[in-house]
């Protein structure tokens, strides 16, 4: 949205419509989700006003969405696992970097840590920074 001016009293009037706040629930994340679905689908018939209004409710739900839904980081051996099957690798084509196939065994179940020359050796394997094994 450009720099449109917006009537504050229509705006208001928006407002008192979608009533947005902070989503705190399932419930009023899912309502907020309706309201942002009518407003879209007015498309190039929507006034400045509601798409001022659009951009506060699409702000409010990502900020509830990143509270409720952040997916943590994956550990170093869960990286590695999930990259030895999105590249249909087994554990015996990870003996080179590591020399032993119990080796490779106690990383991938995330028994043993990764060191800094293998994390060098996966990351050139995987073409992804080392960090993601450290």
Known sequence: MGALAIDDKKYARVLARVLP???VTG???ERMLAEVEKLMDRGERRSAEEDA???LMV???KDYEEAHHALPD???HQMLAYLMEK???KQA???PIFKSRGYVSDVVHGKRAISKANAKRLAALFNVPADLFI
């Open 21 to 23: 706040r902070v989503i």
């Open 27 to 29: 419930e009023e994340h």
């Open 53 to 55: 209004a659009l951009d």
């Open 59 to 61: 702000r409010l739900i």
């Open 74 to 76: 994956p550990s170093p």
């Open 87 to 89: 590249r249909g690798l």
């Open 93 to 95: 084509d990870l003996v």
